[in-house]
């Protein structure tokens, strides 16, 4: 049975240390019962347990990998009889599957651990290196690149024009707020707030209707006549 790429999770069977058919290669073979797949972040079981294989490799540049996944099974260093940890056998661990083509065109399986605590480390590149591409990067910028240096500065912002005069509102603007501000604005050479205060009164009053009634017309006769001083 084929399994789909994706995100399985396993009980570790045994370890076998096997050398590759064709090459030198040694690995360690990590033999699964695959229980459950992941589907939309639940664990679903599924109809049968099947069989799948981790082969974890001993070459250069796979050693420091092969050895971190080993270490997180709990492997027990023994390549003749190897054994690994009572979690990984008994509660499982997540495995990915992936679908990738072979020589012939044929597509396989590969099968790798999913979580294992070994990321990859990134080193820097040789000196040499990074000065040969400074060296390619400045022949391919230089007619295009342009000096580093102290940004220019941004353009004049244009004149700023303050709003118009408390006692001249936009035509139909007015309302109860800008009606007490021409008020405000009218008395403050006088300074009696008393008197001001009245002067709003009575010149609602005057509207005779409720304040919360008054059209934009009626805030403007009340601020047209309580800005008139006693």
């Not at 499982?92 to 990321?119: F, P, V, Y």
Request: hydrophobic share 35%; glycine share 6%; aromatic share 10%.
């Amino acid at each position: 049975m084929s399994m789909t790429p994706g995100n399985y999770y396993a009980k570790l069977k045994t370890g076998i240390f096997t050398k590759a058919k064709t090459t030198p290669t040694m690995s360690m073979a990590l033999v699964f019962d695959v229980t459950h797949e992941a589907r939309e972040g639940q664990w679903a079981p599924l109809d049968s347990p099947a069989e799948r294989t981790v082969y974890l490799h001993f070459t250069p540049k796979a050693q420091q990998y092969t050895d971190s996944k080993l270490m997180a099974l709990g492997f027990n260093g023994d390549f003749n009889t190897p054994d690994f940890s009572d979690e990984s056998k008994f509660e499982g661990i997540e495995l990915i599957c992936k679908h990738e083509t072979d020589s012939t065109n044929k597509t396989q399986e590969r099968w790798d651990m999913a979580k294992w605590g070994g990321d990859r480390t990134i080193e820097p590149a040789p000196a040499d290196a990074a000065r040969q591409a400074a060296a390619a990067w400045k022949a391919r910028t230089a007619a295009t690149q342009k000096p580093a240096g102290r940004p220019a500065a941004p353009p004049a912002a244009p004149a700023r024009t303050g709003p118009p005069p408390a006692s001249t509102p936009p035509a139909g603007a007015m309302d109860e707020s800008s009606a007490w501000a021409v008020v405000e604005n009218a008395w403050l050479a006088n300074n009696d707030e008393e008197k001001r205060n009245e002067a709003w009164r009575d010149a609602i009053a005057k509207i005779g209707r409720p304040a919360k009634s008054f059209t934009p017309a009626d805030w403007q006769k009340v601020a047209d006549s309580a800005s008139l001083p006693f």
